[in-house]
Protein backbone atom coordinates (compact mmCIF):
# COMPACT_ATOMS: atom_id res chain seq x y z
CA UNK A 1 0.00 0.00 0.00
CA UNK A 2 1.32 3.08 -1.11
CA UNK A 3 2.04 6.09 1.95
CA UNK A 4 -0.86 8.04 0.23
CA UNK A 5 -3.95 5.99 1.58
CA UNK A 6 -1.47 5.12 4.48
CA UNK A 7 -2.17 8.78 5.52
CA UNK A 8 -5.06 8.89 4.82
CA UNK A 9 -6.15 5.77 7.37
CA UNK A 10 -4.22 7.35 10.14
CA UNK A 11 -5.76 10.83 9.70
CA UNK A 12 -9.82 8.79 9.65
CA UNK A 13 -8.38 6.87 12.66
CA UNK A 14 -7.25 10.05 14.10
CA UNK A 15 -10.29 11.84 13.65
CA UNK A 16 -12.46 9.35 14.78
CA UNK A 17 -10.81 9.25 17.76
CA UNK A 18 -11.04 13.18 18.61
CA UNK A 19 -14.71 12.77 17.71
CA UNK A 20 -15.32 9.98 20.05
CA UNK A 21 -13.20 12.27 23.03
CA UNK A 22 -15.59 14.88 22.54
CA UNK A 23 -18.80 12.57 22.70
CA UNK A 24 -18.27 12.03 26.44
CA UNK A 25 -18.44 15.45 26.62
CA UNK A 26 -22.13 15.60 25.11
CA UNK A 27 -25.09 16.20 26.02
CA UNK A 28 -28.66 14.66 25.46
CA UNK A 29 -31.84 16.00 26.46
CA UNK A 30 -35.36 14.25 26.85
CA UNK A 31 -38.76 15.54 27.68
CA UNK A 32 -40.29 14.67 31.19
CA UNK A 33 -44.13 14.15 31.25
CA UNK A 34 -45.48 17.28 34.56
CA UNK A 35 -46.41 14.83 36.68
CA UNK A 36 -43.33 12.84 36.69
CA UNK A 37 -41.13 16.11 36.92
CA UNK A 38 -43.48 17.54 40.14
CA UNK A 39 -42.95 13.78 41.64
CA UNK A 40 -39.28 13.67 41.45
CA UNK A 41 -38.89 17.06 42.75
CA UNK A 42 -40.77 16.74 45.52
CA UNK A 43 -39.45 13.20 46.23
CA UNK A 44 -37.64 12.60 49.65
CA UNK A 45 -37.49 9.73 52.17
CA UNK A 46 -40.25 10.25 53.47
CA UNK A 47 -42.59 10.31 50.68
CA UNK A 48 -41.33 8.00 47.83
CA UNK A 49 -38.60 5.84 49.92
CA UNK A 50 -35.84 7.41 48.65
CA UNK A 51 -33.10 10.15 48.97
CA UNK A 52 -34.12 13.66 47.60
CA UNK A 53 -32.32 15.20 44.27
CA UNK A 54 -30.64 17.61 46.70
CA UNK A 55 -29.64 15.29 49.42
CA UNK A 56 -28.14 13.14 46.00
CA UNK A 57 -26.97 16.19 44.29
CA UNK A 58 -24.91 16.80 47.85
CA UNK A 59 -23.30 13.35 47.94
CA UNK A 60 -22.20 13.33 44.24
CA UNK A 61 -20.16 17.40 44.90
CA UNK A 62 -18.28 14.94 47.40
CA UNK A 63 -17.94 12.30 45.59
CA UNK A 64 -20.61 9.89 47.13
CA UNK A 65 -22.94 7.56 45.87
CA UNK A 66 -26.61 6.57 47.44
CA UNK A 67 -26.07 3.02 47.46
CA UNK A 68 -22.24 3.28 48.27
CA UNK A 69 -23.68 5.82 51.38
CA UNK A 70 -25.96 3.27 52.71
CA UNK A 71 -23.52 0.71 52.64
CA UNK A 72 -20.89 2.78 54.73
CA UNK A 73 -23.05 5.41 56.45
CA UNK A 74 -20.69 6.24 58.96
CA UNK A 75 -17.77 7.08 56.64
CA UNK A 76 -20.30 8.87 54.42
CA UNK A 77 -22.04 11.27 57.42
CA UNK A 78 -18.16 11.96 58.21
CA UNK A 79 -17.34 12.83 54.76
CA UNK A 80 -20.58 15.03 54.44
CA UNK A 81 -19.90 16.74 57.90
CA UNK A 82 -16.18 17.66 56.87
CA UNK A 83 -16.09 18.71 53.30
CA UNK A 84 -15.78 22.05 52.21
CA UNK A 85 -17.19 21.96 48.97
CA UNK A 86 -21.14 21.71 50.84
CA UNK A 87 -22.93 24.88 52.30
CA UNK A 88 -24.15 24.94 55.93
CA UNK A 89 -27.04 24.40 54.43
CA UNK A 90 -26.59 21.54 52.14
CA UNK A 91 -24.52 19.74 54.58
CA UNK A 92 -27.31 20.08 57.12
CA UNK A 93 -30.16 18.95 55.40
CA UNK A 94 -28.27 16.22 53.50
CA UNK A 95 -27.27 14.84 57.08
CA UNK A 96 -31.22 14.71 58.27
CA UNK A 97 -32.07 12.85 55.44
CA UNK A 98 -29.79 10.41 55.95
CA UNK A 99 -29.77 9.98 59.43
CA UNK A 100 -33.87 9.82 58.80
CA UNK A 101 -33.33 6.84 56.29
CA UNK A 102 -31.10 5.30 58.53
CA UNK A 103 -34.16 5.45 61.44
CA UNK A 104 -36.76 4.35 58.95
CA UNK A 105 -34.98 1.20 57.89
CA UNK A 106 -34.18 0.22 61.28
CA UNK A 107 -37.76 1.77 63.12
CA UNK A 108 -39.41 -2.08 63.55
CA UNK A 109 -41.29 -1.16 66.55
CA UNK A 110 -44.77 -2.42 67.15
CA UNK A 111 -47.69 -0.92 68.72
CA UNK A 112 -47.06 -0.63 72.55
CA UNK A 113 -43.24 -1.41 72.40
CA UNK A 114 -40.38 0.94 72.60
CA UNK A 115 -37.81 1.43 69.36
CA UNK A 116 -34.71 0.01 69.92
CA UNK A 117 -31.89 3.00 71.19
CA UNK A 118 -29.81 2.32 68.02
CA UNK A 119 -33.14 3.56 65.90
CA UNK A 120 -33.67 6.66 68.37
CA UNK A 121 -30.71 7.48 68.38
CA UNK A 122 -31.19 8.05 64.35
CA UNK A 123 -34.26 9.78 64.88
CA UNK A 124 -32.42 12.44 67.10
CA UNK A 125 -29.82 13.13 65.15
CA UNK A 126 -31.71 13.45 62.63
CA UNK A 127 -34.20 16.01 63.89
CA UNK A 128 -31.03 17.63 65.96
CA UNK A 129 -29.74 18.84 62.10
CA UNK A 130 -33.06 19.45 60.79
CA UNK A 131 -33.17 21.91 63.77
CA UNK A 132 -29.10 23.45 63.33
CA UNK A 133 -30.40 23.43 59.47
CA UNK A 134 -33.78 25.59 60.55
CA UNK A 135 -32.13 27.70 62.93
CA UNK A 136 -28.80 27.65 63.35
CA UNK A 137 -27.43 28.85 59.71
CA UNK A 138 -27.10 32.51 58.34
CA UNK A 139 -30.17 32.44 56.66
CA UNK A 140 -33.66 32.57 58.89
CA UNK A 141 -36.26 30.55 57.98
CA UNK A 142 -38.53 33.34 56.56
CA UNK A 143 -35.69 33.93 53.88
CA UNK A 144 -36.31 30.46 52.67
CA UNK A 145 -40.01 30.76 52.90
CA UNK A 146 -40.56 29.31 48.35
CA UNK A 147 -37.70 27.07 48.81
CA UNK A 148 -38.64 22.97 48.87
CA UNK A 149 -35.56 22.07 50.82
CA UNK A 150 -36.61 23.70 54.01
CA UNK A 151 -40.51 22.23 53.43
CA UNK A 152 -38.82 19.03 53.20
CA UNK A 153 -36.32 19.49 56.36
CA UNK A 154 -39.09 20.34 58.35
CA UNK A 155 -41.12 17.39 56.88
CA UNK A 156 -38.01 14.68 58.51
CA UNK A 157 -38.10 17.19 61.95
CA UNK A 158 -41.64 16.67 62.33
CA UNK A 159 -41.41 13.35 61.67
CA UNK A 160 -38.56 12.57 63.84
CA UNK A 161 -40.42 13.94 66.88
CA UNK A 162 -43.15 11.93 66.33
CA UNK A 163 -41.05 8.65 66.46
CA UNK A 164 -39.22 10.41 69.42
CA UNK A 165 -41.80 11.01 71.46
CA UNK A 166 -43.42 7.95 71.17
CA UNK A 167 -39.99 6.47 72.31
CA UNK A 168 -40.08 8.99 75.08
CA UNK A 169 -43.85 8.48 76.39
CA UNK A 170 -43.42 4.52 76.53
CA UNK A 171 -40.42 5.29 78.86
CA UNK A 172 -42.77 7.86 81.22
CA UNK A 173 -44.54 5.29 83.70
CA UNK A 174 -40.97 4.21 84.77
CA UNK A 175 -39.80 7.52 85.42
CA UNK A 176 -42.34 8.29 88.72
CA UNK A 177 -43.52 12.06 88.95
CA UNK A 178 -40.72 13.83 90.21
CA UNK A 179 -37.79 13.36 87.45
CA UNK A 180 -35.98 16.27 86.41
CA UNK A 181 -33.75 14.12 83.65
CA UNK A 182 -33.40 10.91 82.35
CA UNK A 183 -30.71 9.39 80.20
CA UNK A 184 -32.23 7.17 76.86
CA UNK A 185 -29.95 5.92 73.46
CA UNK A 186 -27.12 8.08 75.08
CA UNK A 187 -28.92 11.52 75.03
CA UNK A 188 -30.03 13.60 78.00
CA UNK A 189 -33.34 13.48 78.08
CA UNK A 190 -34.97 16.25 80.21
CA UNK A 191 -38.55 16.67 81.69
CA UNK A 192 -41.00 18.13 79.02
CA UNK A 193 -42.26 21.81 79.36
CA UNK A 194 -45.42 21.64 78.93
CA UNK A 195 -48.90 24.17 79.45
CA UNK A 196 -51.16 21.08 78.50
CA UNK A 197 -54.17 21.11 80.61
CA UNK A 198 -55.85 17.41 80.87
CA UNK A 199 -59.26 16.57 82.61
CA UNK A 200 -58.67 16.21 86.06
CA UNK A 201 -55.55 17.97 86.37
CA UNK A 202 -53.89 14.70 85.18
CA UNK A 203 -49.86 15.12 84.72
CA UNK A 204 -49.27 12.11 81.87
CA UNK A 205 -51.92 11.32 79.75
CA UNK A 206 -52.73 7.39 78.87
CA UNK A 207 -52.07 7.83 75.35
CA UNK A 208 -50.62 9.75 72.86
CA UNK A 209 -51.48 9.34 69.49
CA UNK A 210 -50.03 10.86 66.33
CA UNK A 211 -52.23 12.64 64.44
CA UNK A 212 -50.98 11.86 60.75
CA UNK A 213 -52.22 8.36 61.75
CA UNK A 214 -55.83 8.94 61.84
CA UNK A 215 -58.23 9.13 59.13
CA UNK A 216 -61.80 9.56 59.96
CA UNK A 217 -65.21 9.21 58.12
CA UNK A 218 -68.00 11.36 58.56
CA UNK A 219 -65.94 14.29 58.87
CA UNK A 220 -66.13 16.54 56.04
CA UNK A 221 -62.65 18.28 56.81
CA UNK A 222 -59.34 17.66 58.36
CA UNK A 223 -58.17 21.44 59.97
CA UNK A 224 -54.28 21.77 60.27
CA UNK A 225 -52.12 24.59 60.70
CA UNK A 226 -48.80 24.07 59.38
CA UNK A 227 -45.76 25.30 61.14
CA UNK A 228 -43.33 23.44 63.25
CA UNK A 229 -43.42 20.46 65.64
CA UNK A 230 -45.80 17.13 65.51
CA UNK A 231 -49.03 16.76 66.19
CA UNK A 232 -50.73 14.40 68.58
CA UNK A 233 -53.76 13.88 70.54
CA UNK A 234 -53.64 13.34 74.05
CA UNK A 235 -55.99 11.14 76.34
CA UNK A 236 -56.59 12.08 79.44
CA UNK A 237 -56.92 9.10 82.21
CA UNK A 238 -60.34 8.32 83.73
CA UNK A 239 -61.28 9.92 86.93
CA UNK A 240 -63.54 8.27 89.11
CA UNK A 241 -66.43 11.00 90.15
CA UNK A 242 -66.66 11.45 93.96
CA UNK A 243 -69.33 14.09 93.33
CA UNK A 244 -71.47 14.56 90.22
CA UNK A 245 -71.17 17.70 88.63
CA UNK A 246 -72.47 18.44 84.87
CA UNK A 247 -69.38 20.00 82.99
CA UNK A 248 -67.03 17.48 81.49
CA UNK A 249 -63.63 18.73 80.36
CA UNK A 250 -62.40 17.34 77.03
CA UNK A 251 -60.66 13.55 77.63
CA UNK A 252 -59.10 14.32 74.41
CA UNK A 253 -56.66 17.09 74.18
CA UNK A 254 -54.65 18.40 71.21
CA UNK A 255 -51.04 18.94 71.57
CA UNK A 256 -48.20 19.90 69.24
CA UNK A 257 -44.63 18.24 70.48
CA UNK A 258 -41.48 20.20 69.17
CA UNK A 259 -37.78 18.57 70.27
CA UNK A 260 -35.45 21.46 71.26
CA UNK A 261 -31.83 20.79 71.41
CA UNK A 262 -29.61 22.50 73.58
CA UNK A 263 -26.67 24.65 72.44
CA UNK A 264 -26.36 28.65 71.15
CA UNK A 265 -23.86 28.23 68.14
CA UNK A 266 -24.46 25.81 65.41
CA UNK A 267 -21.68 24.49 66.61
CA UNK A 268 -23.01 23.90 70.00
CA UNK A 269 -26.22 22.70 68.70
CA UNK A 270 -24.22 20.15 66.29
CA UNK A 271 -22.23 18.62 69.60
CA UNK A 272 -25.17 18.27 71.96
CA UNK A 273 -26.50 15.36 73.42
CA UNK A 274 -29.08 17.05 75.67
CA UNK A 275 -32.46 17.65 74.44
CA UNK A 276 -36.13 18.43 76.09
CA UNK A 277 -39.64 18.06 74.62
CA UNK A 278 -42.27 21.31 74.41
CA UNK A 279 -45.58 20.06 74.82
CA UNK A 280 -47.84 22.79 73.62
CA UNK A 281 -51.55 23.87 73.73
CA UNK A 282 -52.43 24.57 70.01
CA UNK A 283 -55.11 26.47 71.09
CA UNK A 284 -53.04 28.57 73.18
CA UNK A 285 -49.98 28.98 71.44
CA UNK A 286 -50.18 29.65 67.68
CA UNK A 287 -45.89 30.08 67.93
CA UNK A 288 -43.14 29.59 69.73
CA UNK A 289 -39.40 30.74 69.79
CA UNK A 290 -36.70 28.59 69.07
CA UNK A 291 -33.22 29.69 68.60
CA UNK A 292 -33.97 33.47 69.04
CA UNK A 293 -36.50 33.02 66.13
CA UNK A 294 -40.57 33.22 66.57
CA UNK A 295 -41.89 30.18 64.41
CA UNK A 296 -45.24 29.12 63.99
CA UNK A 297 -46.59 25.97 66.02
CA UNK A 298 -48.28 23.27 63.80
CA UNK A 299 -51.45 21.93 64.89
CA UNK A 300 -53.98 19.88 64.13
CA UNK A 301 -57.49 21.03 65.13
CA UNK A 302 -59.85 17.85 64.61
CA UNK A 303 -57.99 15.09 65.45
CA UNK A 304 -58.98 15.12 69.15
CA UNK A 305 -63.06 15.79 68.47
CA UNK A 306 -62.58 13.01 65.57
CA UNK A 307 -61.00 10.98 68.08
CA UNK A 308 -63.67 11.33 70.83
CA UNK A 309 -66.78 11.64 69.05
CA UNK A 310 -65.31 8.02 67.27
CA UNK A 311 -65.16 6.71 70.91
CA UNK A 312 -67.79 8.42 72.13
CA UNK A 313 -70.58 5.45 72.04
CA UNK A 314 -73.47 8.39 71.50
CA UNK A 315 -75.19 7.14 68.59
CA UNK A 316 -76.46 4.08 70.57
CA UNK A 317 -76.73 5.92 73.84
CA UNK A 318 -78.64 8.68 72.57
CA UNK A 319 -81.35 6.10 71.67
CA UNK A 320 -81.57 4.56 75.11
CA UNK A 321 -81.94 7.97 76.87
CA UNK A 322 -85.02 8.35 74.30
CA UNK A 323 -86.47 5.61 75.37
CA UNK A 324 -85.47 5.56 79.23
CA UNK A 325 -83.34 2.61 79.10
CA UNK A 326 -80.78 1.27 81.23
CA UNK A 327 -76.87 2.88 79.65
CA UNK A 328 -78.52 6.33 78.26
CA UNK A 329 -78.21 9.33 80.78
CA UNK A 330 -80.40 11.11 82.84
CA UNK A 331 -79.66 14.49 83.49
CA UNK A 332 -78.15 16.74 81.31
CA UNK A 333 -74.06 17.83 80.71
CA UNK A 334 -72.09 20.31 79.72
CA UNK A 335 -68.79 19.08 77.35
CA UNK A 336 -66.29 21.14 77.10
CA UNK A 337 -64.66 20.29 73.42
CA UNK A 338 -61.46 22.41 74.32
CA UNK A 339 -59.87 23.58 77.78
CA UNK A 340 -61.87 26.32 79.39
CA UNK A 341 -60.07 29.80 78.19
CA UNK A 342 -61.38 32.61 80.12
CA UNK A 343 -60.63 34.73 76.92
CA UNK A 344 -62.88 33.20 74.59
CA UNK A 345 -66.24 33.72 73.98
CA UNK A 346 -68.65 30.67 75.05
CA UNK A 347 -70.48 29.26 71.84
CA UNK A 348 -72.79 26.95 73.49
CA UNK A 349 -74.80 24.17 70.99
CA UNK A 350 -78.12 22.23 71.72
CA UNK A 351 -78.85 19.10 69.79
CA UNK A 352 -82.56 17.95 69.03
CA UNK A 353 -84.71 15.07 69.74
CA UNK A 354 -83.02 11.26 70.03
CA UNK A 355 -79.92 13.20 68.83
CA UNK A 356 -76.53 13.93 70.81
CA UNK A 357 -73.63 15.55 70.12
CA UNK A 358 -73.10 13.81 67.35
CA UNK A 359 -75.47 15.91 65.49
CA UNK A 360 -72.68 18.70 65.62
CA UNK A 361 -69.93 16.89 63.86
CA UNK A 362 -69.43 19.13 60.99
CA UNK A 363 -70.76 21.86 62.72
CA UNK A 364 -68.24 21.81 65.61
CA UNK A 365 -65.42 21.04 63.34
CA UNK A 366 -65.85 23.94 61.35
CA UNK A 367 -66.29 26.46 63.77
CA UNK A 368 -63.05 25.28 65.38
CA UNK A 369 -61.47 25.09 61.81
CA UNK A 370 -62.08 28.85 60.89
CA UNK A 371 -59.19 30.64 62.27
CA UNK A 372 -60.43 33.81 63.49
CA UNK A 373 -63.73 32.10 65.24
CA UNK A 374 -61.15 29.40 67.40
CA UNK A 375 -59.46 32.49 68.10
CA UNK A 376 -62.82 34.25 69.71
CA UNK A 377 -64.39 31.12 70.54
CA UNK A 378 -64.82 28.04 72.88
CA UNK A 379 -67.11 25.86 71.88
CA UNK A 380 -69.36 23.88 74.58
CA UNK A 381 -71.76 21.11 73.72
CA UNK A 382 -75.19 20.23 76.10
CA UNK A 383 -75.91 16.37 76.01
CA UNK A 384 -79.63 16.10 77.57
CA UNK A 385 -82.00 13.50 78.05
CA UNK A 386 -84.72 13.92 75.18
CA UNK A 387 -87.50 11.83 76.86
CA UNK A 388 -87.92 14.25 79.00
CA UNK A 389 -90.52 17.02 78.56
CA UNK A 390 -89.24 20.44 77.16
CA UNK A 391 -89.89 22.43 80.68
CA UNK A 392 -87.94 19.63 82.64
CA UNK A 393 -85.12 19.55 80.06
CA UNK A 394 -85.19 23.33 80.53
CA UNK A 395 -84.58 23.78 84.14
CA UNK A 396 -82.10 21.17 84.23
CA UNK A 397 -80.03 22.52 81.32
CA UNK A 398 -80.23 26.18 82.76
CA UNK A 399 -78.54 24.88 85.95
CA UNK A 400 -76.02 23.00 84.41
CA UNK A 401 -75.04 25.90 82.61
CA UNK A 402 -74.89 28.70 85.58
CA UNK A 403 -72.87 25.89 87.50
CA UNK A 404 -70.86 25.29 85.25
CA UNK A 405 -69.86 29.00 84.15
CA UNK A 406 -69.98 29.20 87.85
CA UNK A 407 -67.52 26.58 88.67
CA UNK A 408 -64.88 28.03 85.95
CA UNK A 409 -65.47 31.76 86.18
CA UNK A 410 -66.92 32.59 89.76
CA UNK A 411 -66.80 36.10 89.63
CA UNK A 412 -69.09 36.40 86.14
CA UNK A 413 -66.44 38.84 84.63
CA UNK A 414 -64.65 37.08 82.62
CA UNK A 415 -65.22 37.26 78.61
CA UNK A 416 -66.07 33.61 78.59
CA UNK A 417 -69.51 34.27 80.73
CA UNK A 418 -70.45 37.13 78.82
CA UNK A 419 -71.79 37.55 75.10
CA UNK A 420 -72.79 34.25 75.23
CA UNK A 421 -73.73 32.78 71.75
CA UNK A 422 -76.72 29.68 72.32
CA UNK A 423 -77.29 27.41 68.74
CA UNK A 424 -80.00 24.70 68.89
CA UNK A 425 -81.25 22.47 66.43
CA UNK A 426 -85.08 21.69 66.95
CA UNK A 427 -86.10 20.85 70.27
CA UNK A 428 -82.38 22.03 71.22
CA UNK A 429 -83.88 25.15 69.33
CA UNK A 430 -86.96 25.48 71.03
CA UNK A 431 -85.35 24.96 74.64
CA UNK A 432 -82.51 27.73 73.49
CA UNK A 433 -84.95 29.92 72.74
CA UNK A 434 -86.77 29.58 76.48
CA UNK A 435 -84.06 29.99 77.59
CA UNK A 436 -83.61 33.53 76.72
CA UNK A 437 -87.40 34.17 77.17
CA UNK A 438 -89.81 35.65 79.66
CA UNK A 439 -92.36 33.59 80.94
CA UNK A 440 -94.29 35.91 82.99
CA UNK A 441 -97.31 34.24 84.61
CA UNK A 442 -98.27 33.16 81.02
CA UNK A 443 -98.20 29.63 81.61
CA UNK A 444 -99.58 28.61 84.49
CA UNK A 445 -102.89 27.54 82.85
CA UNK A 446 -100.87 24.70 81.10
CA UNK A 447 -101.08 23.29 84.88
CA UNK A 448 -105.01 22.05 86.28
CA UNK A 449 -105.54 23.32 89.60
CA UNK A 450 -108.66 21.78 91.64
CA UNK A 451 -110.95 24.85 92.75
CA UNK A 452 -111.19 23.38 96.41
CA UNK A 453 -107.21 23.33 97.00
CA UNK A 454 -106.47 25.49 100.31
CA UNK A 455 -104.71 28.58 100.16
CA UNK A 456 -102.08 26.91 102.01
CA UNK A 457 -101.98 23.91 98.92
CA UNK A 458 -101.94 26.35 96.78
CA UNK A 459 -98.80 27.84 97.19
CA UNK A 460 -97.14 24.98 97.93
CA UNK A 461 -97.80 23.96 94.20
CA UNK A 462 -96.86 26.80 92.73
CA UNK A 463 -93.58 26.79 94.07
CA UNK A 464 -93.13 23.73 93.22
CA UNK A 465 -94.02 24.61 89.85
CA UNK A 466 -92.26 28.07 89.54
CA UNK A 467 -88.80 26.47 88.39
CA UNK A 468 -90.82 24.94 85.16
CA UNK A 469 -94.12 27.52 84.66
CA UNK A 470 -91.91 30.62 85.63
CA UNK A 471 -88.28 32.11 84.21
CA UNK A 472 -86.03 34.93 82.88
CA UNK A 473 -83.70 35.10 80.03
CA UNK A 474 -80.25 33.67 81.01
CA UNK A 475 -78.01 37.24 81.74
CA UNK A 476 -74.96 35.90 80.18
CA UNK A 477 -76.59 35.30 76.83
CA UNK A 478 -76.59 38.20 74.05
CA UNK A 479 -76.89 36.09 70.59
CA UNK A 480 -79.11 32.79 69.71
CA UNK A 481 -79.44 30.86 66.55
CA UNK A 482 -82.68 28.64 66.35
CA UNK A 483 -82.30 25.51 63.39
CA UNK A 484 -85.29 23.97 62.52
CA UNK A 485 -86.66 24.82 65.77
CA UNK A 486 -90.51 24.03 66.04
CA UNK A 487 -91.06 26.69 68.26
CA UNK A 488 -94.95 26.37 67.57
CA UNK A 489 -95.07 23.01 67.74
CA UNK A 490 -95.12 20.45 64.76
CA UNK A 491 -98.11 18.11 63.29
CA UNK A 492 -95.16 15.01 62.38
CA UNK A 493 -95.42 14.59 66.32
CA UNK A 494 -99.10 13.07 65.88
CA UNK A 495 -98.36 10.93 63.14
CA UNK A 496 -98.92 7.22 63.73
CA UNK A 497 -94.68 6.59 63.78
CA UNK A 498 -93.88 9.23 66.32
CA UNK A 499 -97.13 7.76 68.49
CA UNK A 500 -95.66 4.33 67.97
CA UNK A 501 -92.65 5.52 69.40
CA UNK A 502 -93.49 8.39 71.63
CA UNK A 503 -95.55 5.19 73.80
CA UNK A 504 -91.87 3.25 73.68
CA UNK A 505 -90.34 6.16 76.16
CA UNK A 506 -90.29 6.26 79.58
CA UNK A 507 -89.56 9.35 81.55
CA UNK A 508 -86.87 9.85 83.45
CA UNK A 509 -87.47 8.33 87.29
CA UNK A 510 -86.63 11.88 88.75
CA UNK A 511 -89.79 13.05 86.59
CA UNK A 512 -92.37 9.94 87.80
CA UNK A 513 -91.20 10.83 91.45
CA UNK A 514 -91.72 14.49 90.86
CA UNK A 515 -95.31 14.08 88.99
CA UNK A 516 -96.27 11.38 91.46
CA UNK A 517 -95.29 13.92 94.61
CA UNK A 518 -97.40 17.10 92.32
CA UNK A 519 -100.40 14.59 91.79
CA UNK A 520 -100.43 14.14 95.64
CA UNK A 521 -100.34 17.61 96.50
CA UNK A 522 -102.92 18.92 94.09
CA UNK A 523 -105.44 16.36 95.59
CA UNK A 524 -108.33 18.20 96.47
CA UNK A 525 -109.85 18.19 99.89
CA UNK A 526 -113.46 17.64 99.10
CA UNK A 527 -115.73 14.84 97.67
CA UNK A 528 -114.71 13.95 94.06
CA UNK A 529 -112.05 12.25 91.99
CA UNK A 530 -108.14 14.06 92.56
CA UNK A 531 -107.53 15.48 89.24
CA UNK A 532 -104.49 13.16 87.36
CA UNK A 533 -101.64 14.94 86.71
CA UNK A 534 -100.35 13.83 83.62
CA UNK A 535 -97.04 15.08 82.30
CA UNK A 536 -96.45 14.23 78.43
CA UNK A 537 -92.91 12.94 77.34
CA UNK A 538 -90.55 14.84 74.61
CA UNK A 539 -92.67 13.74 71.57
CA UNK A 540 -96.13 14.82 73.15
CA UNK A 541 -94.50 18.18 74.02
CA UNK A 542 -93.61 18.74 70.53
CA UNK A 543 -97.01 18.44 69.47
CA UNK A 544 -98.05 21.82 68.01
CA UNK A 545 -101.61 21.15 70.03
CA UNK A 546 -99.65 20.49 73.18
CA UNK A 547 -100.43 22.92 75.89
CA UNK A 548 -97.41 23.93 77.05
CA UNK A 549 -95.73 24.43 73.21
CA UNK A 550 -98.51 26.32 72.41
CA UNK A 551 -98.79 28.76 75.78
CA UNK A 552 -94.48 29.19 75.24
CA UNK A 553 -94.78 30.14 71.51
CA UNK A 554 -94.86 33.57 72.15
CA UNK A 555 -93.19 34.33 74.82
CA UNK A 556 -91.18 37.30 74.19
CA UNK A 557 -87.35 36.91 73.60
CA UNK A 558 -84.97 39.12 75.37
CA UNK A 559 -84.54 42.80 74.06
CA UNK A 560 -80.84 42.46 74.82
CA UNK A 561 -80.63 38.98 72.66
CA UNK A 562 -80.01 39.15 68.81
CA UNK A 563 -81.22 35.89 67.10
CA UNK A 564 -81.05 34.52 63.99
CA UNK A 565 -83.48 31.71 62.22
CA UNK A 566 -82.10 29.13 60.02
CA UNK A 567 -84.82 27.18 57.98
CA UNK A 568 -85.06 23.64 55.91
CA UNK A 569 -87.15 23.67 52.96
CA UNK A 570 -87.98 20.15 51.53
CA UNK A 571 -89.32 19.42 48.65
CA UNK A 572 -91.53 22.09 48.39
CA UNK A 573 -92.52 24.41 45.28
CA UNK A 574 -95.07 26.75 46.74
CA UNK A 575 -94.65 29.21 48.68
CA UNK A 576 -92.09 29.96 51.34
CA UNK A 577 -94.58 30.17 54.34
CA UNK A 578 -96.47 26.89 53.17
CA UNK A 579 -93.07 25.05 53.22
CA UNK A 580 -91.82 22.29 55.67
CA UNK A 581 -88.36 20.93 56.33
CA UNK A 582 -89.87 17.66 56.26
CA UNK A 583 -90.66 17.38 59.91
CA UNK A 584 -91.37 21.21 61.27
CA UNK A 585 -93.28 23.54 59.64
CA UNK A 586 -91.69 26.57 58.00
CA UNK A 587 -94.91 28.72 60.13
CA UNK A 588 -93.60 26.80 63.18
CA UNK A 589 -90.01 27.46 62.76
CA UNK A 590 -90.13 31.31 61.39
CA UNK A 591 -89.81 33.82 64.08
CA UNK A 592 -90.80 38.02 63.88
CA UNK A 593 -87.98 39.85 64.70
CA UNK A 594 -85.13 37.88 63.51
CA UNK A 595 -82.15 39.21 62.59
CA UNK A 596 -81.60 37.36 59.97
CA UNK A 597 -83.62 34.57 58.41
CA UNK A 598 -82.33 32.02 55.78
CA UNK A 599 -84.13 29.11 54.01
CA UNK A 600 -82.16 26.50 52.62
CA UNK A 601 -82.99 23.23 50.25
CA UNK A 602 -82.83 20.54 53.03
CA UNK A 603 -84.83 17.97 55.04
CA UNK A 604 -84.78 18.19 59.20
CA UNK A 605 -81.25 17.73 59.71
CA UNK A 606 -80.09 21.21 58.28
CA UNK A 607 -76.97 22.01 60.63
CA UNK A 608 -75.21 19.87 58.60
CA UNK A 609 -75.38 20.99 55.10
CA UNK A 610 -72.77 23.45 54.42
CA UNK A 611 -74.64 26.55 53.82
CA UNK A 612 -76.07 26.33 57.14
CA UNK A 613 -72.67 26.26 58.55
CA UNK A 614 -71.19 29.35 56.39
CA UNK A 615 -74.02 30.78 57.77
CA UNK A 616 -73.24 30.41 61.38
CA UNK A 617 -70.00 31.28 60.88
CA UNK A 618 -70.84 34.19 59.49
CA UNK A 619 -73.19 34.85 62.28
CA UNK A 620 -70.75 34.24 64.81
CA UNK A 621 -67.77 36.38 63.07
CA UNK A 622 -70.60 39.14 63.26
CA UNK A 623 -70.85 38.89 66.67
CA UNK A 624 -67.02 38.75 67.65
CA UNK A 625 -66.29 41.72 65.69
CA UNK A 626 -69.21 43.56 67.05
CA UNK A 627 -67.63 42.83 70.57
CA UNK A 628 -64.29 43.82 69.02
CA UNK A 629 -63.11 40.75 70.80
CA UNK A 630 -60.95 39.59 68.17
CA UNK A 631 -56.91 38.99 69.64
CA UNK A 632 -54.41 40.51 67.22
Known sequence: MSSGPRIWIVRCIALAMLLSLGACAMVGVSNVK??????????????????????????????????????????????????????????LSTLSELWMSKAMK????KVGTPMDDPT?????????????????????????????????????????????????????????????????????????????????DARVPTELIPA?????????????????????????????????VPWRNPGYVSMTGALVFDGNTLGDVLV?????????????????????????????????????????????????????????????????????????????????LASSPEAWINVANEVMGDEYLRRNYQVWEVYYPT????????????????????????????RASQNVVLVGHSMGGVIARLLVSSSGDKLWDVIPVRANLSPEKRARVRKRLAPYLQFTPMPQVSRAVFLASPHRGTPYAQHRIARWIGNLIRLPVNVLKEVASLSDLMKGEGPGAP???????????????????????????????RYHTIVGVYKSTGPLANSSDGVVPYESAHLDGADSELAIPSWH??????????ELRRILALHAAALRVAKP
Not at 46 to 68: F, P
Not at 106 to 109: C, F, L, T, V
Not at 138 to 158: C, H, K
Not at 536 to 552: K, R
Request: charged share 20%.
Open 120 to 200: LDAYLQSARYAYAYLFYTARQPSDRAFELRQVQVIGFYNFAVQRAVARFFHALPQLGTEWAQTSMAGWTVLRPQTDLRLAG
Open 106 to 109: SDRA
Open 34 to 91: PHDYVAERRADILGSGRLSDGTVQSLSVVALAADACARAFVDCTDTVARSGGLTDEQR
Open 531 to 561: TPLRIPNSIDNLSDTDPFIVAAANLPISPRV
Open 605 to 614: SVQETPAAIL
Open 387 to 414: NAPVAVNLVQIRKALDATLQHFDPSGRA
Open 272 to 352: TKQVQLLAKDPYRDSSITVGGRVVPLGANFTAAYGMWLARSGFASQSIRSLLGREGGIATPRVLLMQPYDLDRLTLVMLHG
Open 212 to 244: SDLRFNGLRNVYQRDGFGSDFVAVAPPKARTTE
